[in-house]
Every structure is written in structure tokens, then in C-alpha cells.
């Protein structure tokens, strides 16, 4: 039988691990208390001295951290360093900040040990800031460019002091009459005007000025409900259809301050019988009127040819005062003007800029043409260097260095030119992507033009003659809507202006470039060639 008497197992001593949890040597137990016994209690058996969970302990660390610990922390320290804005909220021991100072007494509390910085580059790059001046001369050099009103018009002296000497003689004397400004269009019209409004500020201010775009009007009818709505308040008027011209004259006939009316872009009033423009030229000669008009127009002939009733008047004829378009050097001086407000080396060459004025002198002698030219020359060499600095990046320092911006020169005029003025009836891709309906159009409005002064026809008188040409080379032409719509993207390219009507067949539709330029073009083809050598009387 075996024997089943609990056996004693022998028990092993394993070499105790060293605890990672104490750095120093726990305290001292007093001598007088009992040495334990026997297995280890628990701590809450413990009393005493045995009882260490009452006595305050340190945590042991790894002997890395030991060794670490013992040594004062300096910043220096590539592991555990501590950034520090300004004054730390922490304090040291005055043995520590000792230690610091000796150490390091040059270094910052941001400073790092040899070797853990970022690298960098020793010297700076000088030609960051440079093109940083480049872009600033191009960007101060177009918006001294720009069409707006300028503090000051040159070559318009003349015509200032006309005007002012009308505004003080009919405004501030109290007198009524009327002024008809005519010229092609960027000749100073109106920016010659809103300068001298602005001097005369404070002379006019006891007037009440009206100033009116006729081009954002709906038709000529509303320009009365426009008025009315400036001297009466907006909507206070309420009156129907005549009533309002009627209304209106009874106002600027009554007691009060004198009345300035200034009317831009007149001929946009134009209707079928006129009474809309007569009503309004009569108006500063009624009886104790207190109206000054001033219209401003392109038509040079607008008074003469459209309102022929006003000669048969000569009271109600009114003043005329015609802007002649300016020449090429007046255009240069213009222009000067404007970039000598750029402070440094002018960023368009001598050169370019008188070959513009030439260009666009001769061509309409438009300034804001001009400016808009020269404008857009300064875009394309600013975008140039920029894509030129973009590949140099690469190279080394002293191929980024130049010693000032790149200029505008000859070519970059020319090229914008022939973009503005190039040749719009081919296209780059060849004159065969111009279609044939269009050509037709256009050769069937040259035909109209030939004979007349007249500059512009209507779309009926268009259509008609398209219509027989069409008939004459045996094609189908288009119906009168769709012939608007060839009107319309011929104006998109450049080739015709319109001028919108209440009904489509009273729009006028007029050449934008030059004939001889139109008949060159299409002399150069066939059919279109043998069209205007015949002319429109054989169709």
C-alpha cells in the first residue's frame, strides 16, 4: 500500500532580482523593532516600522535614468529638452543655475548640441528679394497703366477750359443753355469732364447734378423716369407713359436751384421720331427754365444730321465742342506720364513706347487703346521672367542675379498689336476656318458702305442685300434671326459693332476695322472676290 504521508518538498533559494523601482537605499529600520519571520506580511499585517507604505519612498528608475538623474539637466541635453518662451514658469535651485552659466554662459535656452541642428545654408540667397522688386515694378508699373480717371489730363487743354468757362457761365450764373461733346471714342470726353466736375466742386454745390450712362438704359423712353427719379426721389413720381416729360418740364420751370443734366453715350436715345433727344434739347430753352445740359456722344454730326429741327431753332441749337483724336505725340506723352509715377528705371524701353503711339495713332488714336496695349506688353514680360526664375531655381546662385527687371521692348509692342489690330479676318489656323455665311455677310455689308458716308445700316437693309447674294450665287441663305446671330459672332471676333434695337430688323450693324482692310482679305478668295468686283447692283 502506498504510502500517502504528506511529503516536505525542499524549497529553492532563486537569487533575488534587484528591484528597477529604487534609485536610493530605502530607510533605515530601527534596530529595536523585531526582525520578520517567517514569510513577508502583507502590508496591512505590517506595524511599525514594517509598515513602509506610511514612509515616503522614491521610485526606482532604470540605471540609465539613475545616472542621468544625478546630473543637472542643461539644454544641452539632446532627449527631454524642454522649450522655453520667454520666462519659464519653472524655477531652478540656484546650484543648478550655476551649473548652467559655467557650462554654457554663450548659449540661448534654445540652443542645441553640435550635429542635431536643422542645416541651413550659411549665406542668403540675394536674388529672392530681387525678383521680389521685380514683380513689384511690373505690378506698380501696370496699375499706373490702367484706364481709369487720372489726377491729371494732358492734351486736353483747350477743350478744359471750354468747358469750364461754360460750366461757370450757364451753372454758376444761373443761365440755361445746353453743350453737345463729340469725338471718337478714347479721346478724353468723359474723363475730361468728371476732372472738371471734380475742381468745380465746390462752386456747383449749391446745383443739383444728374449724371446719367445712357447705355444702361432699357429703351430711350425710360431716361424720363430716370430724371424724374433723381430730382423727385426713386418711385415718387408716379406718372404713365408722356405724362413724365410733361411733369418734368413743369419741374425745371418752377423756382429752385439750378438743374446740371449730363448725358453719356447721347446717341443711345435715339428713336424712331426723335422726340425723345428734342424734348430734351428744348428743354434748357423754356421759359424761366433752370437746366444745363450737357450731352456727350461719338457722332460728330449728331445735332446736324439726326435732329435736323434744331437748325430750323437756332435758340435751341447748342453749343458744340468736338474732341479731336489724339496724335502720337501727345500719346507719348501720355504715357510717360503715367510711368513716371513709378518710382526706379522705367520698365518700358523709349523705343516701344513710341512705336505703340505710332501704331495706335494712326489706327483710331484711342489712349485707353494705347494704355491697354502697353498694359498688356508689361503682362507678357512679367509672365516670361517669372517662368525664367522658375527654371534657374535650379542653377546656382549667380545665375539668378540680373541687374534689374526685363523690359518691354519692340517685339512685345508688335506682338500685342497684332493680337489688337492683327488681321481679324483669318484666323491662326488659316482663313478656311472663317465660315463661308459669314464672308457673305460681311462682303454683302462692305457693298452697303461703298457708296454712303453713312457708316452703319440696319439689319433689314442687311439682310435684303445678303438675301440677293446669296440668291445670285445659288445658295440658301439664312432667315433674318439667324442673320442676327451671324451679326452677333461677327461682333464677337471683332469685325462688326452692334447697336441693339426694340426690333431686331431696326439694328444697326457697323464695320469695326478699316475697309480696305475687309476688302484686302476677301479679295484673296474666289467667290467672296468676284462678289465685290461685280458690286450689288449687278445682284
Not at 16 to 31: L, Y
Not at 43 to 68: D, F, M, T, V, W
Not at 139 to 160: C, G, S
Not at 437 to 457: I, T, Y
Request: aromatic share 4%.
Amino acid at each position: 500500500m502506498p504510502n500517502t504521508k504528506a511529503r516536505v518538498q525542499a524549497t529553492i533559494d532563486f537569487p533575488r532580482k534587484k528591484s528597477h523601482r529604487s534609485c536610493k537605499a530605502p530607510p533605515t529600520i530601527s534596530k529595536d523593532a523585531p526582525s520578520p519571520k517567517g514569510p513577508p506580511l502583507s502590508p496591512r499585517k505590517r506595524l511599525g516600522g514594517e509598515n513602509l507604505c506610511n514612509i515616503a519612498q522614491y521610485l526606482q528608475c532604470s540605471p540609465s535614468k539613475q545616472k542621468k538623474e544625478n546630473q543637472p539637466v542643461t539644454p544641452s541635453t539632446p532627449r527631454g529638452r524642454k522649450l522655453e518662451f520667454g520666462l519659464s514658469p519653472l524655477k531652478r535651485s540656484p546650484r543648478e543655475l550655476d551649473v548652467l552659466a559655467d557650462k554654457s554662459p554663450e548659449r540661448t535656452p534654445f540652443s542645441v548640441r553640435k550635429g542635431d541642428e536643422t542645416p541651413r545654408s550659411t549665406a542668403r540667397c540675394p536674388s529672392v528679394g530681387l525678383h521680389k522688386k521685380k514683380d513689384l515694378w511690373y505690378q506698380q508699373t501696370k496699375q499706373v497703366l490702367n484706364t481709369a480717371i487720372p489726377d491729371r489730363i494732358l492734351a486736353r487743354e483747350v477743350e478744359t477750359k471750354a468747358v469750364t468757362h461754360f460750366l461757370l457761365n450757364h451753372v454758376c450764373g444761373e443761365k440755361p443753355g445746353s453743350l453737345y461733346i463729340s469725338g471718337a471714342p478714347g479721346t478724353g470726353k468723359t474723363a475730361c469732364l468728371n476732372r472738371i466736375l471734380t475742381n468745380l466742386k465746390e462752386k456747383l454745390g449749391a446745383s443739383a447734378s444728374i449724371f446719367i450712362n445712357c447705355m444702361s438704359l432699357r429703351n430711350s423712353q425710360t431716361i424720363f423716369r430716370t430724371i424724374a427719379d433723381e430730382l423727385y426721389g426713386k418711385g415718387k413720381l408716379k406718372c404713365v407713359g408722356k405724362d413724365f416729360a410733361k411733369r418734368l418740364a413743369r419741374k425745371l420751370t418752377c423756382q429752385g436751384p439750378m438743374v446740371l443734366l449730363v448725358l453719356d453715350e447721347m446717341d443711345q436715345l435715339d428713336s424712331k421720331a426723335q422726340d425723345v433727344l428734342y424734348t430734351i434739347f428744348e428743354w434748357p430753352h423754356l421759359t424761366d427754365s433752370r437746366l444745363v445740359l450737357i450731352g456727350i456722344a461719338n457722332m460728330l454730326d449728331l445735332t446736324d444730321r439726326i435732329l435736323p429741327r434744331l437748325q430750323a431753332r437756332p435758340t435751341c441749337k447748342p453749343q458744340l465742342l468736338n474732341f479731336a483724336p489724339y496724335t502720337r505725340e501727345q500719346i507719348v506723352a501720355i504715357v510717360q506720364d503715367r510711368l513716371s509715377q513709378v518710382p526706379g528705371e522705367s520698365v518700358l524701353e523709349s523705343a516701344a513706347v513710341q512705336f505703340c503711339a505710332r501704331k495706335v495713332s494712326s489706327v483710331s488714336g484711342d489712349v485707353r487703346k494705347a494704355l491697354d496695349v502697353c498694359r498688356r506688353a508689361v503682362e507678357i514680360v512679367e509672365s516670361d521672367a517669372r517662368s525664367q526664375a522658375t527654371v534657374k531655381s535650379k542653377s546656382p546662385v549667380k545665375a539668378l542675379c540680373s541687374p534689374g527687371p526685363k523690359k518691354v521692348g519692340l517685339p512685345h509692342i508688335s506682338q500685342v498689336i497684332s493680337e489688337v489690330y492683327g488681321d481679324r479676318m483669318t484666323s491662326r489656323s488659316g482663313s478656311e476656318c472663317f465660315p463661308l455665311q459669314q464672308k457673305l455677310l460681311v462682303c454683302s455689308l462692305l457693298l452697303l458702305l461703298r457708296p454712303s458716308k453713312v457708316k452703319e445700316v440696319t439689319l433689314g437693309k442687311l439682310h435684303d442685300a445678303y438675301s440677293k447674294v446669296c440668291r445670285s450665287q445659288q445658295m440658301l441663305g439664312a432667315d433674318q434671326s439667324e442673320c442676327l446671330s451671324l451679326c452677333s459672332l461677327l461682333e464677337s471676333r471683332g469685325i462688326v459693332w452692334l447697336k441693339q434695337s426694340k426690333e431686331a430688323r431696326l439694328t444697326k450693324v457697323g464695320l469695326k476695322i478699316e475697309e480696305e482692310d475687309v476688302e484686302h482679305a476677301l479679295h484673296d478668295q474666289a467667290l467672296t472676290g468676284d462678289i465685290l468686283q461685280k458690286g450689288l447692283q449687278c445682284f
